[in-house]
């Protein structure tokens, strides 16, 4: 099971169907699983549940399982693109692309590509230590994970790989959550959990500015073809 993730969000650029799109993308994640570096894939749907910024606003999200460093995997696609091994429409050039390395940091290994995931985009507050916002979320992520309808959680820290002249994505850290029921259920459950457990957060603690997505699987696990013959 793979600790390391790439996440590539992107929205179709004007006049590419949503279905043309997808056809496209199935091919294309099962082109990159096979790529050095790479155990596997699951595309998604999204939809921006608060805050804007990067990726806010993308339509899908194809997430990518890693063996080692996702920079060593990114460099091996990039080689198979300029190459002319992998399968790129005309339209290709014209896609919006946010795309994140993440790191997996904290004692829970080996993130599920789940058929619902919710995304928690966020960086520490101007003046606090990356080492005490990363321990104090680990603890707040698992109080969420007691929340109904939440099943397990993950955590990364992140290196944005946008397109030249992107603003920079603020985002420096990611919570991943495996739930399993629809959203609106789990964010009156997660508010209700907020209101018995602010007491304890601390001063600093203010999720207004972070970006939370809701990701719901739109086709299968896609594994490495050396994974899949294992």
């Not at 990067?54 to 997430?63: K, Y």
């Not at 795309?99 to 993130?111: I, R, S």
């Not at 960086?123 to 929340?147: I, K, R």
């Amino acid at each position: 099971m793979s600790d390391n993730l790439i996440l590539v969000f992107s929205t179709p650029p004007a006049g590419v169907s949503a279905a043309e799109f997808s056809d496209w993308y199935d091919v294309h994640v099962r082109e990159l699983a096979a790529v050095d570096g790479f155990a596997g894939a699951r595309r998604y749907q999204v939809a921006t549940i608060k805050g804007d910024w990067v990726p806010s606003g993308e339509q899908h999200l194809a997430v990518y399982e890693t063996d080692g460093s996702p920079a060593d995997a990114l460099r091996a696609v990039g080689e198979r693109a300029t190459s002319g091994q992998l399968t790129l429409p005309d339209w290709f050039p014209q896609v919006n692309f946010a795309t994140f390395a993440c790191y997996l940091h904290g004692d829970h290994a080996g993130p599920r590509l789940a058929d619902h995931l919710y995304l928690v985009f966020s960086t520490p507050p101007a003046g606090l230590d990356n080492d005490e916002f990363v321990n104090w979320y680990q603890e707040h992520a698992d109080e969420n994970t007691q929340v109904p309808g939440f099943v397990a959680n993950w955590r990364f820290r992140l290196e944005p790989q946008l397109p030249a002249g992107s603003a920079n994505a603020p985002a420096t850290h990611l919570a991943i959550y495996e739930v399993e029921r629809d959203l609106a259920t789990l964010r009156a459950n997660l508010g209700a959990a907020a209101e018995v457990n602010k007491a304890g957060w601390p001063a600093w603690f203010n999720p207004e500015p972070w970006t939370s997505l809701d990701a719901n699987a739109v086709a299968g696990h896609v594994a490495a073809p050396a994974a899949s013959q294992a």
